[in-house]
């Protein structure tokens, strides 16, 4: 009886804790008037070894789709204001 009780409250548990693992959705409220333009971004992800291949504006931040100098294709947002990628991003 006590394994058939501890297997729900278990699974209780894990599942109220992984949402906020898994969406850890963040706005970066940065200023339009301090975001790179697309150029710029484009630029410095060239600078890093990346070639850009799509650029857009995505709820605070630049989405970007980019392959590095291996050929593998990358999904990715992008600090706005820095050019830096972002680790962990996730505007869903």
């Known amino acids: 009886m006590r394994t058939i009780l ?3 409250v278990l699974a209780l548990s894990l599942a ?3 949402p906020a693992v ?3 959705s963040v706005r970066l409220n940065v200023p339009q008037a301090e975001w790179k333009s697309p150029a710029q971004i484009t630029d410095k992800l060239a ?3 990346y070639r850009v291949t799509e650029i857009e504006a995505d709820d605070g931040a630049y989405e970007v789709e980019m392959v590095d ?3 593998t294709r990358i999904e990715g947002h992008v600090h706005p204001a820095t050019g830096e990628l972002l680790v ?3 505007v869903d």
């Open 22 to 24: 898994a969406e850890p």
């Open 88 to 90: 962990g991003f996730d």
């Open 69 to 71: 100098k291996n050929g």
């Open 6 to 8: 501890l297997a729900p």
């Open 16 to 18: 109220a804790t992984v």
């Open 47 to 49: 600078a890093a070894g």
